[in-house]
């Protein structure tokens, strides 16, 4: 292109030049002629000569007065409308020599120089501007890129009056007709504004309006980012906020926006900086721990249900925060996949809901409960007992928070697979029939069975199956003996035996505390685990 415009103005030129020449050559020949054929004399001849010689002096100084008034006024007028253009943006436009000497700008850097053009034409940025010269000004006329192309970037910047801004300059090669570097126009631009509200969409692109939090968006992400080796183990805690929706029909969705707020918070105050905690959905929320294993995250996990319960007691007059449903689980090693993780902890998560430690009872554990206190001697009393001691237990053999709730549960249901037996068989006061005794012994199996069925209820499903398995082999359905009896089942075969013993049945009489105390202790080995026996004795019921 450059080269076009080059050679058509050589066109020109040389076109104008040929036309001049030609006139010329035709003017003198041609009067000159003339001359020598009208006068005879020579003075005459010199006189005409003279005149004709004055006269294409003055028609010659009209044309290349025209030519070249026409020229520059195309030029001016070009250059006038250049200038208006370059003055009415907003954007600095400002041109340096190779040596980075200013040679003008436009009415915007005159504004932010706080100076005319002509006062520093001929001027480094550093004589401008003195110290606070930007490296991005300074570094003008210093290079050019290889092809001459136009580049970009972005400085922090700091305005004359102290502002401080972020500004983007665009740094051109300014080349002359013939090619060679002339100089560098620079465009500048404040672009704070623009960056402030980028990040502030980029920030509502992968956080949560409502809670401040990572949204769902930005959840498969993060999950990434955190699932590395540097970052094992990985701890990850899945929550849901009880009770959303009743707030919302009842209150309003203010009072549940509030409810969420006062979730997030909660767990936001849980987290380390190298934490990450998301809103997964409506009432949802994850939190990953890296480099975080399972002694680290129980006390974090009791924290965070510490803080839910403190909260209830300082909005007494507000709405109250009912609950936060939670379950965790641990990424141990590299084979196991996060998402593996995240669903182990949703479905203790699902238990503990199941459990209702917080007395929200699910439908499901309701029904079960009252069929099986109808039909047997487990009342809702028995079962509390029975979980408060199995989790007293339960920490005193160092049980894990995990375990804990596991065992809590099984405790309340231990005998679920009762509710297939006949209610005169177990209410009956007298001697059972050895048919009777054997529809007995199959309740472990029913129970089983129910628990495998409900996939929340799985993970209890041996305890139940195992709890009337004796240490020496002789107890039902399998007759396991010692170690081979998991360790949950001899927990509650032990509070089970204690309960019994000191609550009053049909058949028999009540037991006395010190006297069932001697019972544990003296089928301690037998029916017993001892080292749990001895425990549960001397460091539960003592207290």
Known sequence: MKEHRIDDAKSKSLKII??????????IVGTDILSNTIFTDIPQVYAASTVKGIFYVLITAVIFYLLIYSALKKV????????????STEDWIFYVDTHGRYLGCNKAFERYANM?????????PEQVFGQNVTAAFSQFGCSTSLDNS??????????????????????????????????????????????????????????DALTGLYNRANYESEKQN????????ISVIVCDVDGLKLVNDAFGHVAGDHLLITAAEILKNACKESDVAVRTGGDEFCVFFPRTGNEEIEPIFEAINNQCQGTQMKQNDELQLTSISMGFAVKETGETSLDEVILEAEEYMYRRKLLGRKGTHSTLMKSIMATLHEKSYET?????????LARQLGRAVKLSGMELDILELAASLHDIGKISIDLSILQKSGKLTEEEWGLIKKHPEVGWRITQAITELNPISDIVLFHHERWDGTGYPRGLRGEEIPVLARIIAIVDAYDAMIEERPYRGAMSIESAKTEILRMAGTQFDAKIAKIFVEEVLSK
């Open 150 to 207: 136009p580049f970009k970037f972005e400085e922090a910047f700091t305005y004359p009056d102290g502002r401080q801004a972020i500004i983007e300059l665009i740094k051109t090669t300014h080349l002359d007709i013939q090619g060679n570097v002339a100089g560098v126009i620079g465009v500048g631009r404040d672009i704070t504004e623009r960056k402030i509200r980028e990040e502030s969409i980029q920030y509502l692109g992968c956080h």
């Open 380 to 388: 809702q009393e028995h079962c509390n007992r029975m979980a408060t």
């Open 76 to 87: 001016l007028e070009k250059q006038s409308l250049l200038k208006s253009l370059i003055d």
């Open 116 to 124: 005319k053009e002509e006062d520093f034409f001929g001027q480094t």
């Open 226 to 233: 955190i699932d590395t080796e540097e970052n094992l183990p």
């Open 18 to 27: 040929t036309i001049y020449l030609v006139i010329g050559i035709i003017w």
